[in-house]
C-alpha cells in the first residue's frame, strides 16, 4: 500500500526556516515526479516544488523561486522542501503528492497519491 507521510510542520516567525520532509513507502515501481503542494483556506491546493525522477528537473512557481528548494535522498525514500525567509502568505497545509506517470510534474489535478499534509504557520 503506497504511503506518504510528511513531519516537520509547525509555527514560525516571519523570515524563518523550515525543512519539511515526505518519506515514500509501498511503491514497487518507480514514479515520475514527487513534489510539494501546500493549500491555505479558501484557496486552490498549488504546486510549491516538484522534482522529476527521470532527469531531476525541478519546477518552482515565482512565489517561491528563490526561498523554497525541493530535495530527495532515495535511501531513504525521502523527499525534503527546505523553505527559507518564510512569509506569513506561506501558511498553509503542505502536502506531498506523487504522480506515477509522466505528465505534467507539479498539477495537483495530475497527482496520483498524496500525504495527509502539514500546517505551516507563519506569524509574528
Known amino acids: 500500500q503506497v504511503q506518504l507521510v510528511e513531519s516537520g510542520g509547525g509555527l514560525v516567525h516571519p523570515g524563518a526556516s523550515l525543512r519539511l520532509s515526505c518519506t515514500v513507502s509501498?511503491?514497487?515501481?518507480?514514479?515520475?515526479?514527487i513534489g510539494w503542494f501546500r493549500q491555505a483556506p479558501g484557496n486552490a491546493r498549488e504546486g510549491v516544488a516538484c522534482v522529476a525522477t527521470t532527469d531531476g528537473s525541478t519546477y518552482y512557481p515565482e512565489s517561491v523561486k528563490g526561498r523554497f528548494t525541493i530535495s530527495r535522498d532515495n535511501a531513504k525514500n525521502t523527499v525534503y522542501l527546505q523553505m527559507d525567509s518564510l512569509r506569513p502568505e506561506d501558511t498553509a497545509v503542505y502536502y506531498c503528492g506523487v504522480r506515477r506517470t509522466y505528465g505534467a510534474m507539479c498539477r495537483p489535478s495530475n497527482m496520483d497519491h498524496w500525504g495527509k499534509g502539514t500546517l505551516i504557520t507563519v506569524s509574528s
Open positions: 509501498g511503491f514497487r515501481e518507480g514514479y515520475y515526479s
